[in-house]
């Protein structure tokens, strides 16, 4: 009963294949991502829990990798099935283990700052990896008022109660509630062999979590996990093969996020007529 008033259905189609544009975009940045990752993981399992380099070896079979990362690798495995000279080792060993914290929330002046403030509602969805923004925000006066702490980009944030493990990489710098830990690599681990570490344990994490209320994990969990350590020079080569997957992967983000925004942007005003729908689609195909 109550009158609105709507472009006539020509222009809706017109519209509808302008708005399309972009969200086809979308769609391929997600699509790209998933492969990307699934590279770097794939490598990552190939080195790390497979021991392909050091088994082909054994094997006799041609090296599939540069001559100078194929190089790094022992000819044999020891007794316990690992690669000669690689000792098991914490998790601990591979990263440290910060905790995060939450102003208190009655303080507006801790509130609505330019620092980004991540909890477990804003982990990224599949084929994002990164978190480029947060729900909330804090100030400088929050940060130092509270145990909440700065992270630099590339740390990975794991959701660590309630609902565990929870993965996302800091798409810049930023800070996390109490309910997450953030996950920095010691040298030579970097931040995406980091990430990619625990990728691969996080079921274990989950399966290992406690609580009479809620699951939590706790550090003696990952200290509770090992992996084998292998020298620094493998690990030096996983970040610097891993890095440009990973730099792409936050490239994508962040166009898909303002690919978004112009998205919702444009969709009210080519409804209402204020800017045309021909010259709108032809600026963003340039774009795109």
Known sequence: SIPISYPELAEQQEIAETLKALDDKIDLNRRMNEMLEAMAHALFKDWFVDFGPTKTKMEGRPPYLAPEIWNLFPDHLD?????????????????????????????????????????????????????ISTEKTIT??????????????????????????????????????????GLQGKM????????????????ELQARAHGSVFSTITRNTFESLSLPFPNRDILGALESTISPLFDKILSNVKQSDTLAQTRDFLLPKLMSGEIGVKSQYRKLQEII
């Open 79 to 131: 007794e316990g099935g690992k690669p000669v000279g690689w000792e098991m080792e914490p998790l601990t060993a591979f990263f440290s283990i910060l905790g995060g914290g939450t102003p208190k929330t009655k303080n507006s002046d801790f509130w609505g700052g330019p620092i980004p403030w991540f909890s477990v509602t804003d982990t990224p969805p599949k084929g994002s990896a990164f978190v």
């Open 140 to 181: 400088a006066a929050g940060l130092n008022g509270s145990s909440a702490r700065l992270v630099p980009k590339g740390t990975t944030i794991i959701s660590a109660r309630g609902t565990v493990g929870n993965l996302a990489i800091a798409g810049s710098e930023m800070t996390f509630n109490q309910s997450c830990y």
């Open 188 to 203: 030579p681990v970097g931040d995406y062999t980091t990430y990619l570490i625990a990728q691969h344990l996080v079921s």
